[in-house]
């Protein structure tokens, strides 16, 4: 009877591995103790695990997230510089919470204020930014508010650009991870969110991190803090291993404690379980396509296969690959333009698509054109 139970529960197993995908093992609800979070892989943007993640709720000084998005998309357009001198406004040094105590008048750096902005979470400094960036602190809010609209952060309403509590200044994990991914893009940041430590002033004032995760877990690169009364406790941590790049974001924690070991569950869940592996893309996607009525008779191809596939852990050789071009197109042809796709699945389910491009433009022949192509030929001929 043993025997026959035995064998039953193989069989079953056999089963499900051959006809449905493999997972990677689940994490609970339990097992995550805040009460809203998400974890996130960074490159392909592929949600691992969320808890009421859309819930709409206060996050602090989660909310400079996208002060430094913005700041550092200003950087790297030229708009501002890290050596830029900024003088400090009434309305900047009036702000309460965590602060540097900025004086009216007094002048600091781009680069400190960032650095204060990260490492401590100073949100005179965080003014400052924004009126530089802006030209004030209510312009630069919406500027927040219109990329947030950009990113599909439809969860996400700000009110100022530091996370003091107020009416109406709502985000969402699922959105803050998102602004998080987009943040993360500019790896100048790192340069602050590794920070444990630094000073400013001449070495008067210390500055110390108050993401505590990068003294205890391995891989952690950032992200930001926040606590208030309305928001709870609350982070988005980022951390890199082995080429997996998570992101992981808890809000409402009671503590800190409960903030940390909740991001370190997430992360490990993710580590242990996720691995990411470059498309293996077969040759024929790279095959010349038909142009019809063009002055080239083909075009050349090529595939964007810059983002690497996320797969359970181990499966990363079971990845199946299936090229579909257009038989023909129709000139004129664009350069870039989609002439076919690379669909790559695991155990039946789609994992990731590549669109294959065209590599240069094909203008549609015409009787003029026509007419110098065959003296052109004429001439080669003679």
């Not at 054109?369 to 003679?382: D, K, N, P, Y």
Request: hydrophobic share 40%.
């Amino acid at each position: 009877m043993k025997l026959r139970k035995l064998s039953a529960c193989l069989l079953a197993a056999a089963i499900a591995v051959a006809f449905f995908p493999m997972r990677a093992q689940a994490i609970s609800n339990e097992e995550v103790k805040a009460p809203s979070a998400l974890l996130m892989e960074a490159q392909t943007g592929k949600i691992l695990y969320e808890k009421n993640s859309h819930e709409k709720r206060a996050c602090a000084s989660i909310t400079k997230v996208m002060t430094l998005l913005l700041v550092m998309e200003a950087l790297d357009s030229g708009k501002i510089g890290l050596s830029d001198k900024v003088s400090v406004s009434e309305h900047a040094a009036s702000m309460g919470g965590s602060q540097i105590w900025l004086k009216p008048g007094e002048t600091m750096t781009v680069d400190d204020l960032l650095k204060a902005t990260v490492i401590a979470s100073a949100n005179d400094c965080s003014v400052v930014l924004g009126e530089y960036v802006a030209g004030s602190e209510d312009e630069f809010v919406a500027q927040m508010n219109q990329r947030a609209k950009q990113l599909k952060m439809n969860d996400t309403t700000f009110k100022n650009c530091y996370g003091l509590d107020e009416e109406g200044h709502v985000t969402s994990a699922h959105d803050i991870a998102l602004m998080s991914r987009e943040l993360i893009r500019h790896e100048k940041i790192f340069n602050y969110t590794k920070t444990w430590m630094d000073s400013l002033r001449n070495g008067k004032t210390q500055l110390v991190n108050t993401n505590k995760l990068l003294k205890s877990y391995r891989g952690i690169t950032g992200l930001k803090t926040g606590t208030t009364s309305q928001a709870g406790s609350c982070i988005s941590a980022t951390a890199v291993r082995d080429g997996v790049s998570l992101i992981a974001v808890v809000l409402g924690c009671p503590d800190t404690k409960t903030r940390f070991s909740s991001a370190s569950t997430l992360l490990d869940y993710g580590f242990a379980n996720w691995s990411v592996t470059k498309p293996a893309i077969p040759p024929e996607a790279a095959n010349p396509v038909d142009v019809r009525n063009g002055m080239q008779s083909r075009v050349e191809t090529s595939v964007d296969s810059g983002t690497s596939i996320l797969v359970p852990k181990g499966k990363a050789g079971d990845v199946k690959y299936q090229v579909k071009m257009q038989d023909g197109i129709a000139a004129p042809v664009r350069k870039g333009q989609v002439v076919g796709k690379v669909t790559c699945s695991l155990n039946g389910e789609n994992v990731q698509e590549y669109s294959i491009r065209a590599k240069s433009s094909v203008e549609p022949i015409t009787f003029g054109s026509a007419v110098r192509l065959l003296f052109r030929q004429l001439l080669m001929a003679a």
